[in-house]
């Protein structure tokens, strides 16, 4: 099970406008996306609350904010800033009167992701005769093949070999599994999430990030040693019941997240999802009523009812790696936690450059996405991440090789599962 708690908020001032412009067209695209083909995964646009619980912190995100202004005026569109000092809204307005500030972006939304991902996957069997999609088919290895083969690569799995010639590995904190070469480059880090119901008073309008250096004995050996860093902190979500999205009026769904300091090594290195970390999240069940003041009204409303773990993929230059690795073999992968603003039209935008590479394909809207530069691959962003000799001729934690181009087949792959478009009449 994923951690993602469907949290779509771009992030506006931080500090890179390539970013920001990406992530806007991203919440867009996903937005209409979800409109044109009418698909139920609870999406809900609201507004999202960053409550910041240290006058340092609020002053560090005031500097981030006046200095992407500069840069990109837009942005002021979607941002209030709420001090002590403001009104309409004021901190108790958003519910977190205890903050020293907040910031509201108004461009964010809330949406289940596991059912907005089943019905594209459901909508491509329908609709692609071509598309294949293998469950419960785990890759275990990827070899390069020889030379003179017709294809690069070997992919072997539970159920048998196949032989491809473009890979694109979507594996996010499970990509050094396959890519050893990538385990200082993308690291698996473990998140844990709880649920549960709340009364009908604890309806929020809005989603929130909570960022504070918490004070109190019990938490400073914690914080020192597993590195509860600037800027982290938890976010709750809250999603409608099924009987609200029948109009039956019951209490919402509210999902938190987050609480990674309470884990040895904040989770960096922790790729088991089976494992729930009970000091992470019995701290998560003490954390609303520590900064919502509904909450704090009424803490015994709320009953968890659900909590699990879910493994993200870490990038060492907090960045995504969208792009070619080598010849035929393609990533999307290292979201650190940010993948819901992102993702979709970074793999929109791999899977073009791929089909580029086939004779006949034209598809210029998809063409005309300009990810961040900081997210491509390349060969001075490897170096400068010290990703191993490039110049050997195994793939494998020594190094991996470059080979030319053939059109074949085109795999998507993941840990679990692998699809394949044939493109042999081309």
């Known amino acids: 099970m994923h951690q993602n708690g469907g949290h779509c908020q771009p992030a506006l001032y931080c500090g890179d406008p390539e970013i920001s412009r990406l992530e806007i067209q991203n919440y867009h695209y996903i937005s209409q996306m979800i409109q044109n083909c009418g698909i139920d995964c609870d999406w809900q646009p609201r507004g999202a609350v960053t409550a910041f619980f240290t006058d340092d912190d609020f002053a560090r995100a005031i500097e981030k904010l006046e200095k992407s202004k500069d840069d990109m005026p837009e942005i002021m569109g979607y941002l209030r800033v709420v001090s002590p000092q403001s009104k309409s809204p004021s901190l108790r307005d958003l519910g977190v009167p205890k903050a020293k500030g907040a910031i509201l972006n108004t461009l964010a939304a809330s949406l289940w992701p596991y059912k907005l991902i089943a019905r594209v996957v459901e909508d491509l069997i329908e609709q692609r005769p071509e598309f294949n999609l293998q469950t419960n088919t785990p890759v275990q ?36 599994h396959l890519l050893p070469s990538m385990k200082h480059i993308i690291r698996p880090v473990r998140g844990n999430m709880i649920a549960g119901h709340g009364g009908a008073e604890l309806l929020l309008h809005n989603s929130y990030g909570l960022v504070d250096e918490l004070t109190g004995e019990e938490y400073k050996d914690l914080q020192r040693t597993n590195r509860r860093l600037v800027g982290d902190g938890e976010y709750l979500m809250q999603r409608p019941s099924e009987h609200q999205m029948n109009g039956m009026g019951k209490s919402p769904i509210l999902t938190l997240g987050g609480a990674r300091f309470m884990i040895p090594n904040s989770g960096y290195g922790l790729s088991d999802d089976s494992v729930i970390d009970q000091p992470a999240n019995e701290f998560l069940r003490g954390r609303l009523s520590q900064v919502l003041d509904v909450v704090a009204q009424a803490p015994n409303d709320f009953k968890v009812t659900h909590e699990w773990t879910g493994i993200l993929g870490y990038s060492k230059d907090g960045s995504p790696w969208i792009g070619e690795l080598q010849d035929g073999l393609w990533l999307c992968v290292g979201y650190s936690g940010h993948g819901m603003p992102q993702a979709a039209l970074c793999a929109v935008r791999v899977a073009t450059m791929i089909l580029e590479h086939f004779p006949g394909f034209s598809r210029k809207a998809e063409s005309q996405i300009q990810l961040p530069t900081r997210f491509l691959i390349t060969p001075e962003r490897l170096k400068s991440n010290r990703f191993p000799n490039l110049g050997t001729s195994r793939l494998s934690s020594q190094g991996v090789v470059w080979r030319s181009w053939q059109s074949g087949l085109f795999l998507l792959m993941a840990l679990g599962s692998w699809v394949w478009h044939h493109e042999s009449s081309r």
Request: charged residues 20%.
């Open 141 to 176: 290895s990827i070899e390069p093949v020889a030379e003179s083969s017709a294809r690069s690569w070997r992919l072997r799995t539970s159920r048998g070999n196949c032989m491809v010639k473009h890979v694109l590995l979507a594996t996010n904190g499970y990509t050094s």
